[in-house]
Nanobody, 117 residues
Framework: QVQLVESGGGLVQAGGSLRLSCVAS????????MGWYRQAPGKQRELVAN???????NYADSVKGRFTISRDNAKKTVYLQMNSLKPEDTAVYYC???????????WGQGTQVTVSS
């Protein structure tokens, strides 16, 4: 059974920091990319950042310079360091994994991030 478990969300004041973690477990073969998406109320889910197995990263323009994605391949873990948080970063953050097997994208259950002004 494949599972993605996220942690690290919470409530923080504007300008503060949070670090999200996502651990993949189960029968996952050859992870290609790991990433984070977010969904705010009434909005579509959007890519925040992702990172390939070779370390290539991609960020949404809205988080460039504030968020940093990293991964530990041996631990099948991806991190999202979020600094200088803004109220508009408030959303449910979802971990995403794409692998050779399973072929379908994998999603975590989501972790709430709330930034107060």
């Amino acid at each position: 059974q494949v599972q993605l478990v996220e942690s690290g969300g919470g409530l923080v004041q504007a300008g503060g920091s949070l670090r999200l973690s996502c651990v993949a477990s189960g029968s996952i073969f050859s992870i290609r990319s790991m990433g984070w998406y977010r969904q705010a109320p009434g909005k579509q889910r959007e890519l925040v950042a992702n990172i390939t197995s070779s370390g290539f990263t991609n960020y949404a323009d809205s988080v460039k310079g504030r968020f940093t994605i990293s991964r530990d391949n041996a631990k099948k873990t991806v991190y999202l360091q979020m600094n200088s948080l803004k109220p508009e970063d408030t959303a449910v953050y979802y971990c995403n994994v794409r692998s050779v097997s399973p072929t379908v994208p994998l999603w975590g259950q989501g972790t709430q991030v709330t930034v107060s002004s």
